[in-house]
C-alpha cells in the first residue's frame, strides 16, 4: 500500500476481478472468482447461432450489445493510454483477459457483414425473476440488427471496440489483431450505410439502455478508432466532412457515457492535434473545433466554465450529473481528464478555459480527488469500490452476489423463491463482488447501502472499465513520489557522510 495514501494498486487488482465475476458462459479453468459457476451455456440456440460468452452487465442477466461493447472501448483505451503502468503492476495479463472476454463474444455475434446480434435476454421477465445465472429459466432470445432492421449506435459502439482491441493486441497477437480490425471495419461500414436508430429496430432494449444521443456520436467514435488502428485517411476524411453533420463539433456537453460519447470523441479528437502530427489545414481547422467543445467538457468538470454551464458538486465535493448510477458520469470524468492531462503535459499546453488558463497538474489533481472519493475519501468514509479498504456496500443489487454460490449449494432456486429467500434479506451479500463500482452517493453525500435501492446499489461494467487507466495512472505517480523521497534522502545521507 502507498505510506499514507490510498492503495491504487490493489484498487486496480480487485477491478480485473470485477469483470471475472460478471462473465457469462463457460468459465475457464483460471476463473478466480470461484464462487461464480458455467451459465448461458444455450444462449443463441433458439436462433441457431451460438451467442455463448460475453458479460452481464450489471447485477441482472441480459447480455446488452451496446453497454458490453462501450465497456471493452474504455478498456481498451485504458491498456492503451497506461499499458506500461499496468505491465508494471503485473496486471496486463489479466487487463488482456478482460478485453478478450468481450471482443470473442463479439467475433461470434456478428455472424455476417451486416448482421450483428446485440441481446440476449429479455429484461422485463428477467427483471421479475431474482435467480443465479446457473439457474436462469428467464428467456434467452435473442435479437440481431441487420438491413432492415439497422442499428448504428451498436454497430460503431462494436466497431470502436474491436478497432481499439485490436491496437491493444497488436504486438502480443498479430492474428487476432487483424481479425478484429476486420470485423471492425465491417461493422463500421454497416452502421453507417444502414443508418437508424437501434432502440426502434430492438424494442426489447428501449426501456434499459435507448440512445438518447443518437448514432452520430458512435460514428464519429467509431471512425476515429479505425483512424488510430489503421492510420487510414479516409476515417479522417470521414470524422472532418461528418463533424458538423453529426453533432460532433456542435455539442457543447457535461458529461460522457455509454450513450453520449460526444466528450470521448472530442478529447480523442484533441489528442490528434496535439500529438502534434502532420495535419491538412482543414483538419488542423475542424480539430480545432472537437478540441474547443472538449475543453468546454472539462472546464464544466473543473468548475471552470461561466456559473451555469458547470457541474454541480455533493458537498463532499463528487461531480453530480443525476441521481440514477451518478458514478458513470463521475468515472468517465475522471478518464478524461487523466488522459487529457497527459496530453497537456506531452504537448507542453495548458487548458483554455473561460476563467483562464489550467494545467495539466490541476486537472490531474481534480481527477485524483474524485478518484479518492470513490475509494473512501468521502463524507460516509465509504468505498465505493466494493471489497476494497474497511468499509464499502454489502447489499450490492447483484442476482449472483445476493445468493448463495452454485458450488456451495446446487439446489435449485427458482425466480420467487430469489425474490423470498434472498432478495428481501436485510444482512449483507454472501459473495463480495469484488471490484465493481456501485451507482454511488447522492446529492448530499448520502448512501443508503440497501439491496433494494438499486440506483445506489447496482454496478455496471462500464464503471469499473474507465477506473482501470486511472488506478494505474495513480499508482505510477505514486511510485515516482517515493522513489524521489528515496533519492533525496540517500543525497542527504551522502552528503552527511561527506560532511564527516
Request: hydrophobic fraction near 35%; charged fraction near 20%.
Amino acid at each position: 500500500m502507498a505510506r499514507g495514501g490510498l492503495d491504487y494498486r490493489d484498487a486496480l487488482t480487485k477491478s480485473f476481478l470485477y469483470f471475472e465475476a460478471q462473465r457469462s458462459g463457460h468459465l475457464p479453468y483460471n476463473q478466480r472468482v470461484t464462487w461464480r459457476g458455467h451459465s448461458g451455456l444455450t444462449d443463441g440456440l433458439e436462433q441457431g447461432v451460438d451467442l455463448v460468452g460475453g458479460y452481464y452487465d450489471a447485477g441482472d442477466h441480459i447480455k446488452f450489445g451496446l453497454p458490453m461493447a462501450f465497456t471493452i472501448t474504455m478498456l481498451s483505451w485504458s491498456i492503451l493510454e497506461y499499458g506500461t503502468e499496468v505491465k508494471n503492476m503485473e496486471e496486463y495479463g489479466h487487463a488482456l483477459e478482460s478485453i478478450k472476454w468481450g471482443t470473442d463474444y463479439f467475433i461470434k455475434a456478428h455472424t455476417q457483414p451486416n448482421v450483428l446480434w446485440v441481446q440476449v435476454g429479455d429484461g422485463d421477465a428477467d427483471h421479475y425473476c431474482w435467480q443465479r445465472p446457473e439457474d436462469m429459466t428467464t428467456s434467452r432470445h435473442s435479437y440481431r440488427i441487420d438491413t432492415d432492421n439497422p442499428g448504428s449506435e451498436v454497430a460503431a459502439e462494436t466497431a470502436a471496440a474491436m478497432a481499439a482491441a485490436s491496437i491493444v493486441f497488436k504486438q502480443s497477437d498479430p492474428h487476432y489483431s487483424q481479425l478484429l480490425l476486420r470485423h471492425a471495419q465491417q461493422l463500421f461500414k454497416f452502421g453507417d450505410k444502414y443508418r437508424g436508430k437501434y432502440d426502434k429496430s430492438v424494442r426489447a432494449v428501449k426501456s434499459y439502455y435507448p440512445s438518447v444521443s443518437g448514432y452520430g456520436d458512435e460514428l464519429l467514435w467509431a471512425a476515429l478508432w479505425l483512424h488510430r488502428a489503421t492510420g487510414s485517411d479516409r476515417y479522417m476524411k470521414y470524422l472532418v466532412e461528418n463533424a458538423d453533420e453529426f453533432g460532433g463539433t456542435g455539442w457543447a456537453i457535461s458529461e460522457f457515457s455509454w450513450d453520449i460519447k460526444y466528450a470521448g470523441v472530442q478529447v480523442l479528437a484533441s489528442k490528434l492535434l496535439m500529438e502534434g502530427r502532420e495535419l491538412t489545414k482543414n483538419q488542423t481547422s475542424k480539430l480545432e473545433e472537437f478540441r474547443s467543445k472538449a475543453e468546454y467538457y472539462l472546464c464544466s468538470c473543473l468548475g471552470k466554465n461561466n456559473d451555469e454551464n458547470n457541474v454541480r458538486r455533493t458537498p463532499g465535493g463528487l461531480l453530480f450529473i443525476r441521481q440514477w448510477n451518478n458514478l458513470q458520469y463521475v468515472v468517465g470524468a475522471t478518464f478524461l481528464l487523466t488522459a487529457f492531462s497527459d496530453y497537456l503535459s506531452g504537448s507542453n499546453h495548458q487548458l483554455r478555459c473561460p476563467t483562464g488558463p489550467v494545467p495539466a497538474e490541476e486537472l490531474l489533481s481534480f481527477a485524483k480527488s474524485q478518484a479518492d472519493y470513490i475509494l473512501g475519501s468521502n463524507p460516509e468514509g465509504l468505498s465505493y469500490l466494493v471489497g476494497f479498504g474497511p468499509k464499502y456496500p454489502t447489499q450490492v443489487h447483484h442476482r449472483a452476489a445476493s445468493t448463495v454460490a452454485f458450488k456451495e449449494d446446487k439446489g435449485f432456486i427458482g425466480c420467487i423463491q430469489g425474490f423470498d429467500v434472498w432478495y428481501t434479506r436485510r444482512i449483507e451479500n454472501p459473495n463480495v463482488l469484488t471490484g465493481a463500482i456501485v451507482g454511488g452517493p447522492n446529492a448530499l453525500d448520502a448512501f443508503d447501502d440497501r439491496r433494494g435501492n438499486y440506483m445506489q446499489t447496482e454496478a455496471c461494467t462500464y464503471n469499473t472499465a474507465p477506473m482501470v487507466g486511472v488506478f494505474a495512472k495513480l499508482y505510477h505517480l505514486e511510485q515516482q513520489k517515493e522513489e524521489q523521497k528515496e533519492q533525496l534522502f540517500e543525497g542527504l545521507m551522502q552528503g552527511q557522510r561527506s560532511w564527516i
